[in-house]
């Protein structure tokens, strides 16, 4: 429970909120630097009163320095509101989230906030529907970078219980496909891998049947039979995850 939340946890009796990592003076001063020196800066946010100071601190920051042009990335907007997002639009922050959280932590979620809390994180749709740009990542070594398990969990909004999420907000396979391999412009500081052009770099995966045609745990599967058969886990890590993965009893599942 270390999300800073605005509103209590669910069931708290002293009305714990989670807490910051940092002051506001802190947080504004950190990127009035970024700005000054033209670097990106990139903020984990866990909650949607972390997510608040970030944009608090950035717009203050951006007032103080008449700078704004840094393009900055909030990392998991994991409980983020819809109004935030329309505020990040106003600021140009891009969110990267955290969607398999929904499979991996969903249930979790709904104990910690309640359902209506719970129900809306990791809110791709709201952020397409705002047109605003935005990511995905697993927070490795938290989890296996595994960008199509990724997908699948923004698709389906599924919990491990088998409870659907907000089915409101599932965005289609077009959705998250188009936000994974490339990034958005300027959504981090590499300009030359990801996308297809020519001069991006980076494995492209061919398939004989198009994959949006497949159910996505059909392609899902057939990904992570190319990926292990030619990588293996070299990154050696999220096995502790893996007998619980959603990939469990897809077509070529390993």
Known sequence: RTAWMLQPYAGSEDGYCGYPAHTDEAVTAFVAQALREGRQILAHCNGDAAAEQYLRCTARAAEETGLSSIRPVMIHAQLVRRDQLARMADLSIIPSFFAA???????????????????????????????????????????????????????????RKGRVLAPELRISPWRPCGRSPSTPPGSTSWSRTGGVSPSASGPILLCSTPTLSLRLPQAYGIFRFWRQSKMGNPFGVGNARRQNSPRKGFPFGV
Do not use: K
Not at 105 to 129: C, K, Q, Y
């Open 101 to 159: 959280h929904l499979w991996y932590w969903g249930d979790v979620h709904m104990e910690n906030f309640g359902p209506d809390r719970a129900a809306t994180i990791s809110p791709l749709r709201w952020a397409a529907d705002l047109g605003l740009p935005f990511t995905l990542h697993q927070d490795t070594p938290v989890i296996a970078p595994d960008m199509l398990e990724s997908v699948w969990c923004a698709v389906s909004r599924l919990t």
